[in-house]
């Protein structure tokens, strides 16, 4: 099959205009179409951020960017595209009307995603004519710095779909995680649910405010998890024995009330004043283009760190700048 070359975005929110930045970064034009009166301070407020961001992260020649074209229409965004990403709201009616328009006009060998961080794909099929090249690639913010798509296909997706979907997003750079059973909220974000909940619990009860939190997270294991995740971290904490022994001797913490995961705190007004006002007092002196900015540095230093062990992240970075050097010295 040919290399995608145009991609089409519906909806030019953060991760719609996260997309824009991560294809255009790997020389593939894009045509956006989002009816909101401020998308393109938007888009373009985020592609300042990436451009930023790839000056710093990618120690390589750099592909030509592609293109970036506003549409007025769905119809002139989708009409000569091979690839179409929906980026529009959680809410399955408006997703579908979008996979009804964009049938109509799409060309039909043109695969069409969603970056749904939910919704379970076969949903999103229900109303589909063409249900076999539809799947969901959930990616996670910044999209043009952090490497994860979960892919996951529909009981109709068509293999051979999948399977271009996995070359094409390894092709820009992303390490796509194949979820092997269709489930809601998918994988990572099932994770981030529990420590969400516990999260939640710890300020409503008074135990930890919104910073304590965050602390315990960016200067503990949070450091662990972004290098190694969860099982070798804990198979290394098993020592010599490995995760045999570490199960056996924490197993059974799990009958401990240690967490609260099969509750939630009532979500009420007086819970989101707590949380808010925390926040604010936390982070409030600084603006979010500031807060990105910050995010986008440490982030680069992580990912430039492990590129020099070749691992985890690193690993995919420096894979993709192989990938832009031999690019760099094809005469064709």
Not at 17 to 28: C, K, L, M, P
Not at 267 to 272: A, D, I, K, R, T
Request: hydrophobic share 45%; with cysteine.
């Amino acid at each position: 099959m040919s290399a995608i070359e145009r991609v089409a975005i519906i909806g030019g929110g953060v991760i719609g205009a996260g997309w824009v930045a991560r294809f255009i970064e790997n020389g593939i034009d894009v045509a956006i179409y989002d009816p909101a009166a401020d998308a393109v301070g938007k888009v373009e407020a985020v592609l300042v951020n990436s451009r930023y961001a790839y000056k710093k992260l990618v120690k390589v020649q750099r592909r030509q960017e592609g293109s970036v074209t506003f549409c007025d229409s769905l119809v002139d965004a989708v009409s000569n595209a091979q690839l179409i990403v929906e980026s529009v709201p959680e809410r399955l009616e408006i997703k579908l009307s979008v996979y009804a328009e964009v049938e109509r006009h799409a060309g039909r060998d043109a695969i069409i995603v969603s970056s749904t961080s939910g919704i379970m794909p076969s949903d999103l099929q229900s109303n589909m004519e063409t249900p076999e090249r539809l799947l969901v690639a959930h990616p996670f913010n910044p999209v043009y710095l952090l490497p994860l798509v979960e892919l996951v296909g529909g009981r109709k997706t068509s293999p051979t779909v999948i399977d271009r979907a996995k070359e094409f997003y390894s092709s820009i750079g992303m390490q796509p995680l194949l979820v092997k059973k269709e489930i809601e909220a998918f994988i990572a974000d099932r994770l981030l649910e529990a420590i969400w909940r516990e999260s939640l619990w710890l300020v409503k009860d008074g135990v930890a405010t919104t910073e304590d939190i965050d602390d315990a997270v960016r200067f503990g294991f949070g450091l662990r998890y972004a290098q190694m995740g969860v099982f070798d971290t804990y198979r290394v904490a098993g020592g010599e024995a490995g995760m045999r022994h570490f199960m056996e001797q924490f197993g059974p913490c799990l009958k401990w009330p240690w967490s609260k995961l099969t509750d939630v705190p009532e979500f009420n007004e007086e819970l989101v004043d707590l949380i808010a006002t925390q926040s604010d007092q936390q982070s409030g002196h600084l603006s979010i283009r500031e807060m990105e900015r910050i995010r986008d540095d440490n982030l680069i230093g992580i990912l430039r760190a492990l590129k020099d062990n070749n691992w985890g992240a690193g690993k995919t970075l420096a894979n993709h700048e192989v990938r832009l050097l031999e690019a760099a010295n094809d005469p064709n």
